[in-house]
């Protein structure tokens, strides 16, 4: 949809770097790693996450409330209150009926299904809470955030496994160009550490087992990276046509001028060795946005810190984007958001363009010798005119967002 | 019993307690089906008093419900 500009006006976020916009890119900037031993998966084969700290659900969105909703609603609840507010908007005036919400989550809430499914096996089917359903399904996350701020408009969630919060972004700048709604609540939330969640990412390999130094566990692109560590979290951004967003008055962060999305079409968890899928995204969202490859300066990559991702994703960038783009992954500080990721990362990149500045990929020592593309190793200031921001999950899915400054 | 009530609707269902007078409605407190239904459990496994959550859905406020709890209780 070339031609369609999207701004983005408002942005919330809950990381590992902190809860809020400031403290989350103030830990990027900084390469400040939120991975540290996790008592929860104490009886785990690995045992260290990035969770997100000080989160009180109480606290921050009333006792009653935290008792009914999942972590994962909770997140996003919290940072779509962020974002909001940060664009200027009151959900107690606005036309509900004209604002639509897109999230996205590779999981729902597996925390309330253990949790009622140990309920279950040692006192009985009569004693399951009626809550589960309501708390775990993964469509509450847009449906929680709907009630709670009054949006009537479009309410849909999107499951690309870790590519979910960048295609909510896209599937939004769809709704937005089509006149479907005039602002979307875009963006992904995730709360996947659990035992049960966390021994099937470790069966499979995926994560990093550098269990004697967490801090240096997630560190994208380097050549003793051994897998992911994971996190949870939320990016919540508020997303209008650029034309309402000036009639308003309203700040912009940026724009999302493209929006590509592919599947490998090759396994269920490896990526395409040659990176042939996200290339083709890549090359879709830059069409999309009308933009010359060799014109994207900067990217925030996947850079998920596993062997299999990192070079084959390095090779795609190397062979498709001519004009030597910096490379980061946010990664190293916040580990794996998995279905947050892809809105978190659109946020971080939005605020790279709009202050300048690249943060850089913590833990990057030494690349990997098959990694040969400019790499961020500290925090980098330059002008960016167009930006990239890449996002795959299991399945195949890739999505990449084409970002601009407003 | 009302003691008894208002605990397990301020620290299990987290219910604010000030909002817990005899008085108040299902809205006021809001119990809405599905809290009903927790509340019907942990009357069961924390006081062990059988009030099906059908029965507490007639209750109009919570002196009713604290009534129905009572005639149960004496029962057993």
């Known amino acids: 949809m070339a031609g369609i500009d999207i701004a983005v006006t408002g ?65 996003a609840l919290v940072a779509a209150r962020e974002a909001i507010a940060d664009a200027g908007l009151d959900p107690l005036t606005w036309d509900g009926a004209r604002v639509g919400v897109v999230l996205g989550c590779a999981d729902g809430g597996p925390g309330t299904v253990e949790e009622q499914h140990h309920a279950l096996r040692e006192k009985g089917a009569d004693r399951v809470s009626p809550l589960l359903l309501p708390m775990q399904l993964p469509n509450m996350l847009a449906g929680q955030t709907a009630i709670e701020f009054g949006a009537t408009g479009p309410n849909l969630v999107v499951a690309t496994a ?157 062979r498709t984007l001519q004009g030597d783009p910096l490379v980061t992954s946010t990664k190293g500080v916040t580990g794996h958001l998995l279905g947050a990721a892809g809105a978190v990362e659109a946020a971080f990149t939005l605020l790279s363009i709009e202050h300048e500045l690249v943060p850089p990929i913590a833990n990057l020592v030494m690349p990997d010798a098959e990694v040969d593309i400019k790499l961020a190793y500290s925090a980098t200031s330059m002008p960016i005119d167009l930006a990239l921001s890449n996002s795959c999950g299991f399945g195949g899915q890739n999505t990449v967002l084409a970002l601009a400054p407003a | 019993m009302l003691e008894q009530l208002k605990e397990i609707l301020s620290n299990k269902l987290k219910v604010s307690p000030e909002a817990i007078t005899p008085e108040a409605t299902r809205d006021d407190i809001e119990l809405d089906s599905l809290a009903v239904v927790e509340l019907s459990l942990l009357l069961k496994s924390e006081l062990d008093i059988d009030v099906s959550d059908d029965d507490l859905l007639e209750a109009e406020t919570v002196a009713d419900m604290v009534e129905l709890m009572e005639k149960r209780s004496a029962k057993v």
């Open chain 1, 162 to 318: 870790c590519a979910s919060g960048a295609t909510a972004i896209g599937t939004a700048r769809d709704l937005l160009a089509l006149g479907r709604c005039d602002v979307v609540l875009a963006g992904g939330s995730e709360a996947m550490i659990t035992p049960l969640v966390m021994a099937g990412f470790a069966q499979m390999g995926a994560l990093s087992r550098r269990e004697d130094d967490p801090t240096h566990a997630s560190r994208p692109f380097d050549a003793e990276r051994d897998g992911f560590v994971a996190g949870e979290g939320a990016g919540i951004l508020v997303m209008e046509r650029v034309e309402d967003a000036r009639a308003r008055g309203a700040h912009q962060h940026g724009r999302i001028i493209g929006y590509g999305a592919t599947a490998d079409a090759h396994h269920m968890t490896s990526p395409h060795p040659d990176g042939a899928g996200v290339e083709a995204a890549v090359r879709a969202a830059l069409a999309d946005a009308g933009a010359d490859p060799d014109d994207v300066q900067h990217v925030n990559a996947h850079g998920t810190s596993t062997p299999l991702n990192d070079v084959a994703e390095a090779r795609m960038i190397k």
């Open chain 1, 11 to 75: 942005l919330g976020l809950v990381t590992p770097g902190g809860i809020g916009v400031g403290p989350s890119w103030a830990a990027v900037c900084e390469g400040r790693s939120g991975a540290a031993f996790d008592p929860v998966l104490a009886d785990n084969p690995v045992r260290i996450s990035c969770r997100v700290p000080g989160f009180d659900p109480e606290a921050l969105l009333t006792a009653r409330r935290a008792h009914r909703l999942d972590r994962f609603v909770q997140f």
